[in-house]
């Protein structure tokens, strides 16, 4: 355990905050905390209060309150309630295989922090301690679909809608696990997706990959549901592979235009086992 004392303008920074229950803040709002002190100074102090583990550094300027009773080297905060203090302001998202989470539509634990953004983000992977947050960039025709999600009793995030997700994820399935995640977790909200909404989505993001995986999947699952014959309506000649994870190989549908590289046996048996 690091040396926490509390100094006169350490106590004022952190009142200033936990008064507003505030937990991320950064150099801005630092220096508003303690407007009567000198811009240097105020860098001196959260330096300070970083190496005696009352605050963690996520980025350049950017803080996190430190619970005062806990170890500073095993804390980590919430990693979807730090996303919005990341992107600089930029439009975000949290997306994905971090959004399947927060739908809790994951088999397999989360090694990341996914967050889709309006403007690209340089560098496009930042590291606090072991975990990457990695910041995925959308175009417009592809940044919509979002809503706030409660992730815990107390707070909300902004998170892609279940359907913004299955088309994001079927969109980069690289980014979600791979396909066979992304088919459990099709599965697994069957009876939640709002179809409609789902199909609308699929049209307005304007790819053909989506719109062939999308139709494959449902209709391989039997899931059964009036847009998987809309969907065939709106799919053009040209193949894409079903799993962008691996090699462009295996049979060929020519009624979803689709490589299928990953057997359906093994999405099934992975689904239904």
Known sequence: MRNKNISTQSSRLLTYFNSQEIRCFDYKEACKAIPDAKLGTVRELLSDMTKRGLLMRLKERVYHIIPYETDANAFMPDWH????????GVNHYIGYYSALQIHNLITQPSLKEQIVVSRQ???????????????????????????????????????SDLEKTIVDCL????????????????????????????????????????????????????????????????????????????????????????????????????IYS
């Open 121 to 159: 983000i340089r560098p496009t992977v930042i590291k606090i301690k072991t975990i990457p947050f990695q910041f995925i960039y959308h175009n417009d025709d592809h940044f919509f679909g979002t809503k706030k999600i409660w992730v815990d009793d107390f707070n909300k995030v902004l998170c």
């Open 171 to 270: 969109f980069k399935p690289d980014y979600a696990g791979g396909i066979v995640e992304i088919a459990k977790a099709l599965y697994q909200s069957k009876d939640k997706i709002k179809y409609s909404t789902l199909l609308d989505y699929v049209v307005r993001f304007k790819s053909q990959a989506v719109m062939k995986r999308l139709g494959f999947l449902l209709e391989a699952l039997n899931i059964g549901t009036d847009i998987i014959e809309k969907l065939l309506k709106l799919i053009t000649a040209s193949y894409v592979v079903l799993d962008t994870e691996l090699p462009a190989s295996g049979k060929r549908s020519s009624r979803w235009q689709i490589q299928i590289n990953l057997d359906v046996e093994t999405i099934k048996s992975a």
């Open 81 to 88: 309630l730090i996303a919005e203090h990341l992107v600089n």
